[in-house]
């Protein structure tokens, strides 16, 4: 089956602009993650869905960073007024519940680069 | 706050050759500790580890977990060039979020592993 799918797969942008990033996740996976992983970093967890709601906002960095997730399936991060220190890729996961012992299947993800 | 380090950061070596990659953390709430290898973007899951001292096995990949020294090792024996990546520890915790618990990764920065002919 369809793996965790996003778009667009490469976006360069100019510092000030917004820019909104979507994940497909896997269908009748229920949660859903969104990562930052900056060159040669690891993965920072940003937000966590349960179903269309976020009980886990916790990572993301700034108020320019929001997320929404509808039909419990498809999430789009938006990040507004964007600053170079923004440039990263941004990787979305799922799983198909909530809980712990919940292998995350990842995303190819998104490279923002911000000029 | 919840901390994993991975060593080495980096590491060279040749097809044939045996490597030992390291993860120790400190967390609250352990529930288990998953590898992933990442070679273009995507992370791909390796292994899941929830109890210490039994060896996950597959090919030639094998991982084994000290929840006593809190620690991991990720063994690649036999190195094809194909095992050429980065290699990503996480540990997973519980969080309370939203009234449910849900598990919450904390990753390395990584070992990038190259394999040359």
């Known amino acids: 089956g369809a793996g965790v799918s996003q778009s667009p797969s490469n976006k360069v942008t100019e510092k000030g602009k917004d820019v909104e990033l979507r994940c497909d996740p896997i269908?009748?996976?229920?949660?859903l993650y969104w990562y930052r992983q900056r060159l040669g970093q690891g993965l920072e967890f940003l937000i966590y869905?349960?179903?269309?709601?976020?009980?886990?906002k916790s990572g993301l960095p700034s108020d320019r960073f929001s997320a929404e997730r509808t039909g419990e399936s498809v999430s789009t991060l938006t990040i507004q007024r964007t600053q170079q220190e923004d440039s990263a890729v941004y990787l979305c996961?799922?799983?198909?519940?909530?809980?712990?012992?919940?292998?995350?299947?990842f995303g190819p993800g998104t490279r923002l680069t911000v000029l | 706050e919840d901390k994993v380090v991975q060593s080495p950061l980096s590491l060279v070596v040749h097809e044939g050759d045996t490597v030992t990659l390291n993860c120790s953390y400190e967390?609250?709430?352990?529930?288990?500790l998953l590898w992933y290898k990442q070679e273009k973007k995507a992370p791909t899951f390796l292994f899941m580890l929830?109890?210490?001292?039994i060896e996950k096995k597959s090919g030639r990949l094998s991982s084994i977990l000290d929840k006593k020294e809190l620690f991991s090792i990720l063994n690649i024996t036999a190195t094809q060039t194909g095992d050429s990546a980065v290699y990503l520890c996480?540990?997973?915790?519980?969080?309370?979020?939203?009234?449910?618990?849900?598990?919450?990764?904390?990753f390395g920065q990584g070992t990038i592993l190259t394999v040359h002919p």
């Open positions: 269908s009748g996976h229920t949660a």
């Open positions: 996480a540990v997973e915790n519980a969080e309370r979020a939203g009234g449910t618990s849900y598990g919450k990764l904390t």
């Open positions: 996961a799922s799983s198909p519940q909530a809980g712990v012992y919940n292998e995350q299947f």
């Open positions: 869905f349960q179903g269309n709601s976020a009980p886990d």
């Open positions: 967390v609250t709430n352990f529930r288990s």
């Open positions: 929830t109890s210490s001292g």
